[in-house]
């Protein structure tokens, strides 16, 4: 029966749930103003009540648990949302230092300071005398290159600042993940099943959300309470009390794994914004200043130097100035020493795609390389689609093929065509075989009446002439004839008893010319059909080419060799360095290169050796022609600087007839350099192989992009050579001519430039391009900045809803709990005056 200690004890219940209910909600308005805090409650609950004849009666109140008012889903949605408002926030600010950069402000702009570089022509074409003249036109260059320049050298801080930013929150990102699992351990050692540990709770998640201020990040809670917490792509950063780290390194940001002896493993997880976060913005932009990439904002900077240098250099090339040279002539651009990476592409597995991305080079990822079926042991067509598809990547190193015909199987001759004459030429260089078909006995025939003898007879022959051809003296025969002929066996791109011809130079891609073969005997019993072979698809030697002069060349094929294997490069054979099945190669120069390489010019993709050649008229000291006609200097299969410096002193020689040439050819420091004799001069003309432009002889600019484009200090020293006009068809040179001048003019108009990384437009046409792209990615970037701030305000509003402190409600529930303090309170002296009143009637 409930008596007045029951009561008593109700009211002590009370009493207390009501002090700690004033006391949590006291901590409330104690941290309305904390970043982070989640409002508390105390649950209430009746106690179990003693079963009494006329009922239950209730033992009064007793505090349960401190609940946190915690929406999981708002604040993980908020979590993605706060990632991704930093991630436009890193940007943006980036964005805004980009835009400097591309300043279009009166007297900056690189369009006006190009309409001023044209201008310059114009006016020198108005008066190609004047001295004053010329002296504008290097001004207006210099004035265009030092916007370059400038450029050039705040898109470098740029990337210096956003690079320490970067090194900055990597530290920032491995600080919060050492606390975070710091806390997962307070959190799971101390918590039971009703009782969570709410403010260290509330830290883990302010923590949590400073960390997704920088990358995009998972995260889900495990029965004790901790979090694991992972990168987007599924690395994890935090697991119960261990955390991994970060790194920013070589432009790329890598997972960091450290294992107990203290050994580390890092991987690269990404280089771009779907980091997301400040990390993830940084490194979008970042990515846009990086050099190397012909598609990013600095690549198409320096494609437009480069096309701008490669026109006028072309154009200017073929002109002449006031005057003859006369001096020594350097050229600008030296041939460099190539590393030359040779591998035959593997024909068992000719059939089998690659597909885009499995491969990189230099970083760059090769697109898909189609399979298919091999020819006569030969993965030729594989070859040709794996050297187009490393060249469309842009790379910075240059796939070439070997030019490789292979003609039908000989037919063996009878006896009755004994001294038969088989004559034909391989590019220009005459053959002929004797048929000697009746001098063994048989059967089996060993001459040639068996098509194996046939076959190899003439492929001597084939080779013994080029020798011939190569070695005469006087004159002395140019070009040299690069070819061999071999023998087809059936696996080597030939059917067995077939005439095989290939270029000698490993990556030659010059034409192999059969003629002579039109009369049905000789083409029906060697199997050779008259025409230019290029080297394509069908006609290439199974070997894959990589030339590199700017940098070593470093292969990832993955995590094995499988994809490498297939172009003949894993294995760990290939350079000394190389480990094998590991998916990775480093091929340097000193693995194997090609020294004063025509591969070493930066501007070597414009090189026509096929039919191409530069003429050079020589003069004597008085300006009267030396010679009627303009020498010749054919390029025909130039491989290295020494081949075209020999057909310059031969070409020279032989038209003459004297030696030493009047214009001796030398080769110092990987440049071509040319020295007339005391008692000649020399000009340039009609240059079909674009070496003149290519190896920097007779040019206006030098360099190759916009932070290394100048001007040529030849001109700088003399302008007198800026070439306004060119040498007629008689040799003469005129100081009024104003037609190469001209000529550079056209150029601002000209719809058909190409740039680096495919596009075609005019030079004005593809900068506004770039520009435009830069202004409209600030205007998105601005937009989905302001639109997802606002997004981001309303999810913290609903948020705050729902765990927000209110004053209002707080006090509301203090004046509450006071109130049922006091009465519990009440209670108690109620329940004395009872006891007394008892005591006293005893």
């Known amino acids: 029966m409930p008596g007045i200690g029951q009561v008593l004890n109700i009211a002590k219940e009370a009493l207390l749930a009501h002090q700690q209910a004033v006391a949590v909600s006291g901590h409330n308005v104690a941290n309305v103003d904390t970043p982070g ?355 469309d990547a842009i790379t910075g190193v240059r796939a070439g093929l070997t030019t490789q015909v292979a003609g039908d199987a000989v037919t063996a001759m009878t006896a009755g065509e004994d001294g038969t004459v088989l004559s034909f030429q391989i590019n220009g260089v005459d053959v002929s075989y004797t048929v000697d078909s009746n001098s063994a006995p048989g059967p089996p025939p060993t001459d040639d009446r068996d098509t194996g003898v046939l076959a190899q007879h003439v492929v001597n022959a084939v080779n013994t002439a080029i020798s011939n051809y190569n070695s005469a003296v006087s004159p002395e025969n140019i070009p040299k004839v690069t070819i061999r002929a071999v023998l087809g066996d059936g696996g080597n791109g030939g059917a067995a008893d077939s005439i095989i011809l290939q270029n000698t130079n490993a990556g030659d891609e010059s034409q192999i010319v059969i003629s002579g073969t039109d009369d049905t005997a000789t083409e029906l019993k060697l199997g050779l059909t008259s025409t230019a072979f290029q080297a394509d698809a069908a006609h290439n030697t199974g070997r894959l080419n990589l030339f590199s002069h700017e940098n070593d060349i470093e292969i990832n094929g993955g995590a094995d060799d499988r994809y490498i294997e297939q172009l003949g490069l894993g294995g760990g054979y290939i350079s000394s360095t190389d480990e094998g099945g590991d998916g990775q190669l480093t091929f340097t120069y000193s693995d194997h290169g090609v020294p004063i390489s025509m591969q070493g010019f930066d501007y070597s993709d414009e090189l026509i050796t096929d039919g191409g050649s530069f003429k050079m008229w020589i003069y004597n000291s008085d300006d009267t022609l030396a010679l009627p006609q303009p020498v010749e200097i054919p390029l025909e299969r130039a491989y290295d600087l020494q081949d075209v410096a020999d057909a310059v002193n031969i070409s020279i020689i032989n038209a003459g007839n004297e030696t030493p040439p009047w214009v001796h050819a030398t080769i110092h420091d990987n440049k071509l350099v040319l020295t007339p004799d005391s008692d000649h001069k020399f000009a340039f003309t009609e240059d079909t192989s674009n070496f003149l432009a290519t190896a920097g002889l007779n040019t206006f600019f030098t360099g190759s992009s916009a932070d290394s484009i100048e001007i040529n200090s030849v001109l700088s020293e003399n302008l007198d050579l800026l070439a306004a006009g060119t040498v007629n068809s008689n040799g003469e040179i005129f100081r009024g001519d104003q037609t190469n001048a001209l000529l550079i003019t056209n150029i601002q108009r000209d719809e058909y430039v190409k740039f680096t990384g495919g596009a075609t437009a005019t030079l004005d046409e593809f900068y506004n391009s770039l520009v435009g792209d830069i202004g409209l990615k600030g205007r998105t970037v601005d937009r989905d900045y302001e639109y997802n701030s606002l997004v981001t305000e309303q999810m913290n509003s609903m948020r705050d809803s729902t765990s927000g402190v209110s004053l209002d409600e707080e006090m509301a529930d203090l004046i509450k709990f006071q109130q049922a303090y006091s009465a519990a309170a009440k209670l108690i002296s109620s329940s004395d005056e009872m006891l007394r009143t008892l005591l006293q009637a005893v």
Do not use: C
């Open 37 to 391: 805090y989640t409002r508390q409650s105390l649950t209430l609950k009746a106690t179990v009540p003693t079963p009494e004849g006329v009922g239950f009666f209730g033992n009064g109140v007793r505090s349960m648990e401190i609940n946190r008012h915690y929406d999981k889903f708002m604040v993980k949605r908020l979590t993605g949302q706060n990632s991704s408002l930093k991630n436009l926030q890193a940007q943006q600010e980036s964005l805004r230092l980009v835009e400097t950069s591309f300043n279009e402000a009166p007297g900056l702009a690189v369009n006006e300071l190009m309409s001023e570089f044209w201008a310059g022509w114009q006016d020198l074409a108005d008066y190609p005398e004047s001295i004053s003249t010329r002296n504008s036109t290097i001004q207006k260059a210099l004035i265009l290159i030092d916007q370059f320049h400038s450029m050039t050298a705040e898109i470098a801080q740029t990337r210096i600042d956003i690079d320490t930013s970067l090194d900055s929150a990597v530290s920032d990102v491995n600080s919060l993940t050492g606390q975070l699992a710091e806390l997962n351990a307070q959190i799971a050692a101390s918590e039971t099943d009703l009782n969570q540990q709410n403010d260290l709770r509330d830290k883990r998640d302010v923590l949590l959300n400073d960390l997704s201020e920088f990358l995009d990040i998972n995260y889900f809670e495990i029965s004790t309470g901790a979090y694991t917490i992972m990168m987007s792509d599924g690395h994890t950063l935090v697991e119960n009390n261990q955390d991994w780290q970060v790194d920013w390194l070589d432009d790329q940001l890598h997972w960091v794994s450290t294992a107990n002896d203290g050994g580390t493993v890092s991987i690269p997880v990404g280089d771009g914004s779907e980091m997301g976060g400040k990390i993830g913005g940084w490194m979008e932009i970042y990515n846009e200043l990086t050099p190397g990439n012909a598609e990013n904002y600095l690549g198409r900077l320096d494609a437009l130097a480069n096309a701008m240098i490669r026109e006028v250099n072309q154009q200017h090339s073929q002109g002449v100035g006031l005057v003859r040279f006369s001096e020594q002539l350097t050229s600008n651009d030296p041939a460099a020493d190539t590393a030359l990476l040779t591998s035959t592409v593997d024909p068992l597995t000719s059939t089998d795609t690659i597909e885009a991305g499995s491969i990189k080079i230099n970083g760059r990822e090769i697109g898909k390389i189609d399979g298919a079926t091999s020819s006569y042991g030969l993965a030729q067509a594989k070859t040709y689609n794996a050297a187009q598809a490393i060249n």
